[in-house]
Every structure is written in C-alpha cells, then in structure tokens.
DNA sequence: AATCATCCCTGACCGC
DNA sequence: TGCGGTCAGGGATGAT
C-alpha cells in the first residue's frame, strides 16, 4: 500500500510529467470516489458534475506531498486532493485516450485528459478518492488535513519535537506511528520496519520508551523512508509509479510480510499479532 | 481530549 | 469447477 515514500515518488513523476498542463476534460466513471469540501462520505453525482466544472481548464502549476495525500495545485489557486488509501494508482501516458489501445480497464475510474497526455486513475478495492477545493483555506479545514504531524523528512522533525509527540501518550507505539498526528506518511510497512530497526516491540506505549529509544526510533524512521525513496518505494499488492512499474524496496523489508520466518539479526521466529487492528510483525527476542 | 470500534471494497486464498 | 467464508488495510466518522 503506498505510504510516504511511494507517494513522494509518485509525486516526483508527476512533477516532471503534468506541470503546466492544462486539464482539457475529465470523465468519471464512478462518482463516488470524487467528493470536494464538506463530509467526505457524502459523494454524489452532483458532486462529481461540481468536480468536472470546478476543474475543466485549471492548469497545473505545482505538485505537493502532504502525509499520504497528493496535492495537485492550479494556476488559480484551485486545488486537487489525492488519497489513494490502499490500491489507488495514477498512471500517465504521453499519448491522448483515442491514440492509447486500452485506455480503460476494469478499475480505471477517473480520467483526466490533458493538453499533452492522459492521467489515468485506478482503483480495486475503491477506498481511495480525489477531493477538489476552491482554495487553500478549505483546504486547511478539510478532514485530510487537520491534525497531521510533521513530515518525517523536513527540518521541522526534529528529536525535540519527536519526543514531546510521545510524551504521555498512553496508547501504543504502533498506533501511534499508524495515527499520522505524531508523524506524518508513515503506514502498516515502515512502522514495523522502523520499529524492528530500533529494537522496539510493537505494544510499548508510547510514554514507556526511554530517550536512548525515541531516539534510535527517530533515527531509523528519517533512515528507512530515506533509502525507500532513492529505491523507488515498495510494491506490495498494486503500488505502481507514474509510468506503471515497480519500485524495489520489497526486496528489503526485514519483517513486514516475514511472519513465521527467521529474525535476521538473532535467528528467532517472527511473530505476527493484531495491533491497532494492523497485521504487526515483530521479533518476540530482540524488539524490547 | 483521548481512545476505540466500525465501515468502506475487491481480489486472493482456502476448504469442501 | 464453483461456492461461501475469511482476510488484507487507511483513516473518517461516530461512540464512549
């Protein structure tokens, strides 16, 4: 599922391929996945006709990241949220959708064409959605939005500021690392993977790790999303970059998806628990 | 205010 | 082969 680094990635190539276009036309094929202010689960046709009207002929003029959301502003101050939760894709091809041979499966439910190319959105399971708004103000009052912590990778996420986001919270690490108010972007994968690099179980509460801990959590957190982004992200189940291929860092995971196999830095069995309602995997021996 | 449970959805997988 | 059941999961929302 894609989290921080798949997003960012996502929103590089975006970067480089949609800046500047202009959107000539949208269709969409399921209504329900567009909404705009207000209650996200209030979705209708009306409002799908309201996102077509509302940004038909916007120009794109910069590509942002926020947490997991994809942030598509236009010239006019317009703005175009993304969420692509778990199976949420965007693909973009140079060509416009009469000269593509199958521009449309199954699960593509959006389309946008644009002055050069065609931005395709598909969806499986549908648990994403793309959210437009007049302006930044809107923006900043939309549910996406509120109560997001700092980016993992900006100046602002600081040890200081890390571990006063722990302090008292007597919840557990894992829910909290999953609640995206103490750390923005992270999910299922790079908490367990972050939470194993810093020999830290799942079920500590968070008010119970001690300074050398926040601090090895803090370090291998920046460490893990780091070397994700420069490796393109991780494909697990149908995370697909812009140009629909695969990023690499599958390939590393020491123990998302490794339950029942061998630690690899003591050799003990890997276990796998329900935590905060996520499949938790985590070494029983060296995760204090 | 903080924490928890429910729900949305499809495909993959399993046992019969 | 087909069918029903189970699981996977981010986070908005409403309940406690």
């Not at 276009?21 to 209030?42: C, D, E, F």
């Not at 979705?43 to 598509?72: P, V």
């Not at 101050?77 to 969420?83: N, P, R, S, T, V």
């Not at 999303?225 to 189940?237: A, E, N, P, W």
Request: with cysteine; charged share 30%.
């Amino acid at each position: 599922m894609p989290e921080l680094p798949e997003v960012e990635n996502l929103r590089r190539g975006l970067e480089k391929k949609v800046l500047g276009q202009k959107i000539k036309k949208i269709i969409i094929r399921r209504a329900k996945l567009v909404s705009g202010p207000g209650n996200l689960r209030v979705a209708s046709k009306k409002k799908a006709k309201e996102f077509i009207r509302s940004l038909t002929g916007e120009t794109i003029s910069r590509m942002d990241r926020r947490a997991k959301n994809l942030i598509f502003r236009f010239k006019s101050g317009k703005i175009l949220l993304a969420h692509l939760k778990m199976s949420g894709q965007f693909i973009y091809k140079d060509d416009k959708p009469f000269s593509i041979k199958t521009p449309e499966g199954k699960h593509t439910h959006i389309i946008f064409e644009l002055s050069k190319g065609t931005l395709f959105y598909n969806d499986i399971r549908t648990f994403g959605y793309l959210l437009y708004f007049p302006n930044e103000q809107a923006l900043g009052k939309a549910a996406p939005f509120k109560d997001i912590g700092s980016e993992p990778l900006s100046a602002e996420f600081t040890p200081e500021y890390f571990c006063r986001a722990l302090k008292n919270k007597k919840t557990n690490i894992k829910a909290l690392l999953l609640g995206q108010s103490a750390v923005a972007g992270l999910g299922n994968i790079y908490t367990d993977e972050a939470l194993f690099a810093a020999r830290i179980r799942p079920t500590r509460l968070a008010l119970s790790l001690k300074p050398k801990e926040v601090n090895n959590l803090y370090s291998a957190i920046k460490k893990i999303l780091l070397k994700t982004i420069q490796l393109g992200g991780s494909s697990v189940d149908t995370y697909r970059l812009l140009d629909e291929s695969r990023g690499s860092f599958a390939k590393e995971h020491k123990v998302y998806g490794r339950a029942g196999e061998k630690c690899l830095r003591c050799g003990s069995q890997l276990i796998s628990k329900k935590i905060a309602g996520r499949t938790t995997v985590y070494c029983p021996n060296c995760q204090k």
